[in-house]
């Protein structure tokens, strides 16, 4: 048997409207750089990163989806499986705020107790700001979720963003494990439990 070196594996999967930076985040936070040019991801991308967290090394799988419409029925595949989901709107762009309620109707048909967080990226165009903190924040308690504002080119709360979510995805995935029982120690007893 391979031996993980990590403690946790979590799925993370970027959705949002086309145009709004997700893949601009992806770049930012998994390999710190950042792109002006504009490629429309077609289907999906994905990064791994690993890092620590509250005294625990994190993997996370991140995948970034495609925006467009008539990518739907390929992405929406993506969130099977999905321990958390960054919902992205772009700051400048009041159309891709209201797009929030659709992205969250298809999350809930196919990802269930996921980790929600909803970013308002390219916080730093403050002259061309359609959408408020005062409304994100709106938005975001609407729907159950977390709000972090975000700028993929300056790098501000890039970082925080993805770290609140997996922050959250340990807590909960602690919480399911009894105190005083390791991961690994669960697994040997269920595997003993096992009849015939």
Request: net charge positive; charged share 35%; proline share 1%.
């Amino acid at each position: 048997m391979a031996r993980r070196d990590y403690d946790f594996l979590f799925k993370l999967v970027l959705v949002g409207d086309s145009g709004v930076g997700k893949s601009c985040l992806l770049l930012r936070f998994a390999d710190d750089t950042f792109s002006e040019s504009y490629i429309s991801t077609i289907g999906v991308d994905f990064r791994f990163k690993t890092f620590t967290i509250d005294n625990k090394l994190v993997k996370l799988q991140i995948w970034d989806t495609a925006g467009q419409e008539r990518f739907r029925t390929i992405t929406s595949a993506y969130y099977r499986g999905a321990d958390a989901i960054l919902i992205v709107f772009d700051k400048t762009n009041k159309e891709s705020l209201d797009h929030i309620k659709d992205w969250v109707e298809e999350i809930n048909k196919y990802s269930e107790g996921s980790v929600r967080v909803l970013l308002g990226n390219k916080c730093d165009r403050n002259d061309k700001v359609e959408v408020s903190e005062e409304m994100g924040q709106k938005y975001a308690e609407m729907y159950g979720m977390m709000y972090v504002e975000t700028s993929a080119l300056s790098a501000h709360h890039v970082s925080e963003a993805f770290f609140m979510a997996t922050r959250e995805l340990v807590q909960k995935k602690e919480k399911k494990t009894p105190k005083g029982k390791k991961l690994d120690d669960l697994k040997k007893i269920r595997k003993k439990s096992k009849c015939c």
